[in-house]
């Protein structure tokens, strides 16, 4: 990735001279969980139980962990420019990240380094790490896990296109029709460098299409190469039976004010066998909706989703079982402050094997926010989470969270 950065850094830099309208933008979070404190209590039904999974929960009885406090920074710059007709431009974004406890991080490509270039209307071509959100989902959580338990994002409606070192073809033949397709050569960060085309080529291939009636009611369909850009990594590409997903949805802006989102995931894979719960690609079908909308001085958001996971049942076949989850989130305005909560539930129904497993998770937070200047509001709040694991005839285990969030965000 260092290669990768240097790269888009001393492109985009060496072609800014070409541009006339330049911009910066500086954007930041802080959050920090002050008194994170969890607490563990283990019920066992044997002693054969608890030696075998003493490693796994802990001795029998109650356990706690001593209150910590936990502070994350983010800094991020922009860095963006085009010609004077609007035709040719680049973006570069930068982020800086500094923590309680790894210090300050190196300087990295977040999001952004790319060139870009729109001769026509129809028609956006771009190169480098590029984000394609045409057909992404749009209901995400409150603050990307900053004043959230468990919510959903974005990308788990609808993948956003997202090639590391790649190009990226936007096409927009009549109003309301998007045709889209991505190609990409970074091989992850094992190697450090971008790979072998004709390695890795046809994964990291990416293609799909929208289209919107009346600007209310988008249908969306596109299929995503095995080659997954957010991990980092190139394992995926060792498994020639993992063929990438297809994935399909549809958005409703059900008025000004309020929007519906359904997304549909499939793998693809040519042998059944080889899917490995304990990944992404473990499952057979993902389902989620998200709802959002404001109304008055009420904000709201919301996802439910069903994921069909995979596992080996009694006989050693392959077989599956559901994972249930839901959040919600709302936000109040006053005229001094906003007064917001969350809440999310989890149910994982494992009953394959010899004995069920059920995993209930319930999450809750309730938290002021205060505006302290334009785009600039810092927040705190209290949060508490508890996991219940009830293994048929084995153990209970109950794991309880308590924090108290803080935070502030700006952006200029």
């Known amino acids: 990735m260092k290669k990768l950065f240097a790269f888009g850094f ?42 075998a999974l003493e490693n796994v929960y802990g001795k029998d009885g109650s356990h706690s962990s001593p209150a910590k406090t936990f502070a994350e920074f983010v800094h991020d710059f922009n860095f963006s420019a085009s010609t004077e007709d609007n035709k040719l431009g680049f973006n570069l974004d930068l ?11 190196d300087v990295s490509l977040p999001d952004q380094a790319k060139v870009w270039w729109q001769p026509a209307e129809w028609f956006l ?5 590029i984000e394609v959100d045409d057909l992404r989902g749009s209901v995400g959580d409150w603050g990307l896990g900053r004043r959230d338990i468990g919510s959903f994002g974005e990308d788990d409606i609808f993948d956003r296109f997202y090639p590391q070192a ?27 460098d971008v790979g072998d085309w004709a390695e890795n080529f046809y994964k990291g291939i990416n293609v799909g299409f929208g289209y919107t009636v009346d600007e209310k009611f988008q249908i969306k369909a596109a299929y995503f190469g095995a080659k997954d850009p957010r991990k980092g990594s190139d394992d995926e590409l060792e498994n020639d039976d993992f063929n990438g997903k297809l994935e399909f949805g549809f958005d409703w802006d059900i008025n000004e004010s309020n929007v519906l989102e359904v997304g549909v995931k499939v793998p693809l894979w040519s042998d059944n066998d080889k899917r490995n719960d304990s ?3 473990g499952y057979l079908l993902q389902v989620i909706a998200g709802i959002a909308g404001e109304n008055d001085n009420i904000s709201y958001k919301g996802h439910a989703g069903y994921i069909s996971m995979n596992d080996k049942d009694k006989d050693g076949d392959l077989s599956y079982y559901p994972v249930i989850s839901l959040d919600a989130g709302v936000e109040v305005a006053f005229d001094k402050f906003t007064l917001g909560a969350t809440a999310c539930y989890g149910g994982v129904f494992n009953n394959l094997h010899d004995k069920n497993v059920n995993v209930n998770s319930f999450g809750a937070e309730i938290y002021l926010k205060k505006d302290v200047a334009a785009d600039c509001f810092v927040f705190a709040g209290i949060a508490d989470s508890l996991v219940i694991t009830d293994a048929e005839d084995t153990l209970k285990n109950t794991i309880n969270k308590f924090s108290i969030p803080l935070g502030i965000e700006y952006a200029f």
């Open 125 to 129: 071509g771009q190169v480098g790490m």
């Open 279 to 281: 990944e992404a690609d």
């Open 95 to 105: 982020e800086y990240v500094v923590d309680s406890e790894g210090g300050f991080a």
């Open 10 to 51: 001393a492109a985009a830099f060496a072609a800014s001279a070409l541009f006339a309208d330049i911009s910066v933008g500086v954007s930041g979070r802080g959050a920090a969980r002050a008194f994170d404190f969890t607490g563990y209590k283990n019920d066992y039904d044997s002693d054969a139980a608890e030696s």
């Open 166 to 192: 790649g190009v990226a073809l936007s096409f927009y033949p009549v109003e309301g029709l998007f045709i889209g397709a991505t190609f990409d050569a970074y091989k992850g960060e094992k190697d450090d």
